[in-house]
C-alpha cells in the first residue's frame, strides 16, 4: 500500500523555521514505498520523510520514500532516511527526443550543460527539482540511493546534503536517464 499524490498537490510543513524539525511522516513497514506520484507538479517542502531500515543489513521487502513519472516534481528543504531502496525515484520524465522546431533547438543549445547532453538545465528541472535537502541513513547493502534516475528519468540536484548512503546520486543506465548535480 502506498499514497498517491496526484498532480498539482503540495505537501509542506515549517521545518527550518524557528528551529523547528518539520512535520514527520514515516513508514514502520517494509515491502513498499510510501508515495507514489501520478500527476505532474508535485512538491513535497519542510518535511521530514522516515522509512523503516537504517541499518546496511538486507531486508526482505525494500522500501522507497517516493516514486514518480510525471514530470514537474520539486523536493525541496526535507530530510529524507531510513529508506532501504531510494530515498526518490524517478523515472520517464525525459522528454527530450521528441523534434523540435528551429527556435526550441537554438533555446536549447544556448542552455545545454557542459556535459554535452543537449538537455537544458530548465528541461532536466522539468523532470525533476531536487534541493536543499538532508537525505541520511539510506544504506543498505547492494542498494541504499538518495537519489536514483531510472527508464528515461531526469533531475536538476542542487545543494543537498547525503550522509550514510550507500549511493548518493545514481543512474540506472537506462536511454534517457539523466541528472545534473
Known amino acids: 500500500r502506498f499514497l498517491i499524490l496526484k498532480g498539482g498537490i503540495t505537501i509542506a510543513s515549517d521545518r527550518g523555521v524557528n528551529g523547528s524539525q518539520g512535520g514527520r ?6 515491502g513498499s514505498r510510501l508515495f507514489t506520484v501520478n500527476g505532474e507538479n508535485v512538491r513535497l517542502t519542510g518535511l521530514r520523510i522516515e522509512g523503516p531500515h537504517k541499518e546496511t543489513t538486507p531486508v526482505k521487502g525494500k ?3 517516493l516514486y514518480c513519472t510525471h514530470r514537474y516534481l520539486e523536493i525541496d528543504n ?5 529508506w532501504s531502496d531510494a530515498a526518490i525515484g524517478i523515472g520517464m ?3 527530450s527526443p521528441y523534434k523540435k522546431t528551429d527556435s526550441e533547438e537554438k533555446t536549447a543549445e544556448s542552455n545545454d550543460t ?4 543537449g538537455i537544458s538545465d ?8 531536487i534541493h536543499h535537502n538532508y537525505f541520511h541513513h539510506n544504506q543498505m547493502e547492494e542498494l541504499g ?7 528515461g528519468g531526469i533531475a536538476l540536484i542542487e545543494a543537498n546534503y547525503f550522509d550514510y548512503c550507500r549511493h548518493a546520486i545514481a543512474g540506472t543506465g ?4 539523466g541528472y545534473e548535480a
Open 114 to 117: 557542459q556535459s554535452g547532453t
Open 63 to 65: 522500501t522507497v520514500a
Open 145 to 151: 540511493y538518495g537519489v536514483v534516475l531510472s527508464n
Open 78 to 82: 526535507c530530510e529524507i532516511y531510513g
Open 122 to 129: 530548465l528541461e532536466m528541472k522539468a523532470g525533476g527539482y
Open 93 to 95: 520524465t525525459n522528454i
Open 25 to 30: 511522516i514515516f513508514q514502520k513497514s517494509a
Open 174 to 177: 537506462s536511454p534517457g536517464d
